[in-house]
């Protein structure tokens, strides 16, 4: 019983020790981090970049050439598919609209019909394709694959955008059109992009970590829309068409070298093999039992309403992207009509939107998540709301200077993407992270389908009655957003009581010291005790047999049931 009771008590030391050395160790490197100087954290910042120079050399140049590919589907409307003539469409080009408001709103409205189909070939392939991607990224641990085949998608696009341009006055606007939807569609787009960028951060970071590298990926697409809306404007004046999508093309090839060759991919361990029978890799993604993993996966049920919570956050990437698709069908074409502006004002307007964006996710990452440790739902409800609030000003704004105003409004609107992603992160492990990231890809793909329509019809419905009504509607499309993310912060609140109970009642049952002999006298008395006895029920007794025990008190654990019929249960513990 005494070398018994000596190695009992000389293990639970043991694991109390190393207990206590891992608190140090994760104490040490939490304040070893936060004492280091500001060269330090650039340094340790360096090194944990790892995909956002190559998303920076994505987005720029895509944005880059936006503009220039909606300003050759309105040269090409006015000049080759409605035949107007070169004074009408110079005259539309410098922006000297009054006497041709007529010719203006036809080939706007050209524009936006055409914009119908492309953004249902953008958004249909991509939708249908993710769901096999993500499902093939997870099984194979391949996340590369999906970040570098939306560049060569739009390396594509560009290429094809100044064949276009070559042969201008022999292909008209539908062919334009055709190839600026075709090749990101086969390619995945931005949707399978940014599902292996999120999945990819996921597999190399904490989830401590998680929610400020999110963020950080999230201020480097920041910093790259407005850089390439501040230069296409001035770009498209100063080299036109070909030099725009030249210095595009140049940023992909840039992208692709970085992706291949600086991006690490992570090491998984259980790779299965293909079969040896011919188009094996084509049989095993395109396998419809992957697809429906991929659907059990991410609607299997799981702690803390796993289940209903991916289903809410899927319907927060519909009222959250949705929106944003919409209006970027449409607000160059409203700005034209209502202030009168050319590309340049756009351009200047939509830098100033993004950067006064990037200030608002800098401080919402930085300081609300990092340092306040606020909420990922609440900062996903206050973002909601500047995104409804700004919508009004927008839709009603008369003057360039209330159009001004509303980034302001709308400073915070960008961290409900970040909130969105961080929730979803933490709900599920990470061998499961494609397969869910590839469902909120494919209802983001699915987006442009009903938004783009919906935008364009109510922008053509209401130009000559309120324009901005576009604007109104998508604030209050994005209203259950802010109610998912109120329901979200209530649960969160609750399962964290609930966490702190059971973990009290835990460190509350544990024995004192003295119970390791107790556990000892319990494990080699006899099993059975007579009515009466002093092990009956967890009553205290201080009677007692034979001199062994003088006085004890059996405690029940959690979960087992006392002892009954006289007859001990070893869920029970003697205390004292």
């Known amino acids: 019983v005494l070398k018994q009771t000596k190695?009992?008590?000389?293990?639970?030391?043991?694991?109390?020790?190393?207990?206590?050395?891992?608190?140090?160790?994760?104490k040490a490197q939490k304040v070893s981090i936060d004492s280091m100087s500001w060269s330090q954290r650039y340094d340790f910042l360096m090194e944990n970049i790892t995909v956002e120079p190559m998303l920076a050399c994505y987005i720029i140049p895509s944005v880059l050439a936006s503009l220039a590919t909606q300003n050759l589907n309105l040269e090409k409307a006015c000049r080759v598919n409605l035949g107007y003539s070169k004074e009408v469409c110079d005259a539309l080009t410098e922006r000297r609209t009054q006497n041709y408001t007529f010719e203006e709103r036809e080939v706007q409205q050209l524009v936006a019909s055409m914009g119908v189909w492309k953004t249902m070939l953008q958004s249909a392939l991509p939708a249908f394709l993710i769901m096999f991607?993500?499902?093939?990224?997870?099984?194979?641990?391949?996340?590369?694959?999906?970040?570098?085949?939306?560049?060569?998608?739009?390396?594509?696009?560009?290429?094809?955008?100044?064949?276009?341009?070559?042969?201008?006055?022999?292909?008209?606007?539908?062919?334009?059109?055709?190839?600026?939807?075709?090749?990101?569609?086969i390619t995945g787009g931005w949707f399978t992009m940014f599902m292996g960028v999120f999945s990819y951060i996921a597999d190399v970071t904490t989830i401590d970590m998680r929610t400020l590298r999110i963020g950080i990926v999230n201020v480097?697409?920041?910093?790259?829309?407005?850089?390439?809306?501040?230069?296409?404007?001035?770009?498209?004046?100063?080299?036109?068409?070909?030099?725009?999508?030249?210095?595009?093309?140049?940023?992909?090839?840039?992208?692709?070298?970085?992706?291949?060759?600086?991006?690490?991919?992570?090491?998984?361990?259980?790779?299965?093999?293909?079969?040896?029978?011919?188009?094996?890799?084509?049989?095993?993604?395109?396998?419809?039992?992957?697809?429906?993993?991929?659907?059990?996966?991410?609607?299997k049920q799981g702690e803390n309403n796993r289940k209903l919570k991916v289903m809410l956050l899927m319907l927060v990437v519909m009222v959250v992207i949705g929106p944003m698709h919409g209006e970027m069908n449409v607000a160059y074409l409203f700005t034209r009509y209502r202030f009168n502006w050319d590309e340049v004002d756009f351009s200047i307007f939509s830098t100033y939107s993004m950067v006064t964006n990037l200030i608002g996710t800098s401080v919402s990452v930085g300081i609300f998540s990092h340092i306040l440790k606020i909420d990922d739902a609440i900062i996903g409800i206050y973002s909601s709301m500047s995104k409804i609030l700004s919508s009004f000003v927008y839709g009603f704004a008369k003057t360039s200077l209330v159009f001004y105003l509303g980034a302001i409004v709308e400073i915070l609107n960008g961290t409900s993407f970040i909130a969105m992603r961080s929730i979803a992160s933490k709900l599920v492990p990470t061998d499961e992270l494609g397969k869910v990231n590839s469902l909120f890809g494919a209802c983001e793909a699915l987006m442009p389908l009903v938004y783009g329509p919906m935008y364009s019809a109510t922008y053509a419905a209401t130009i000559n009655v309120m324009p901005g009504a576009f604007y109104i509607l998508g604030g209050i499309l994005t209203v259950p957003a802010v109610l998912i993310f109120g329901w979200m912060y209530v649960q969160h609140k609750k399962d964290a009581v609930f966490a702190n109970t059971k973990s009290d009642l835990e460190s509350g049952s544990k024995p004192e010291e003295t119970s390791v002999i107790a556990d000892v006298i319990l494990s080699t008395a006899p099993k059975q005790a007579q009515i009466g006895s002093p092990l009956m029920n967890g009553v205290k007794n201080k009677s007692s047999e034979n001199g062994i025990i003088k006085e004890f008190t059996v405690t029940k654990k959690e979960d087992l049931k006392h002892v009954e019929n006289g007859v001990i249960n070893p869920a029970f513990e003697i205390e004292k």
């Open 7 to 26: 190695m009992a008590k000389a293990e639970r030391k043991n694991s109390e020790k190393d207990k206590d050395n891992k608190t140090k160790d994760a």
């Open 133 to 185: 991607v993500g499902s093939w990224s997870d099984r194979w641990g391949k996340r590369k694959p999906c970040m570098l085949l939306p560049i060569v998608g739009e390396f594509m696009t560009v290429v094809g955008l100044m064949i276009c341009t070559f042969f201008f006055y022999e292909l008209p606007m539908e062919v334009a059109g055709f190839v600026e939807g075709f090749f990101p569609a």
């Open 220 to 299: 480097f697409c920041s910093l790259g829309i407005p850089v390439g809306l501040a230069l296409s404007g001035v770009l498209y004046k100063k080299i036109g068409f070909y030099g725009v999508f030249s210095i595009s093309a140049v940023m992909y090839v840039m992208a692709l070298y970085y992706g291949w060759k600086k991006v690490k991919e992570p090491k998984k361990i259980d790779v299965p093999t293909l079969p040896n029978q011919p188009c094996a890799f084509i049989r095993d993604f395109f396998d419809v039992r992957h697809l429906m993993d991929t659907f059990r996966v991410a609607f």
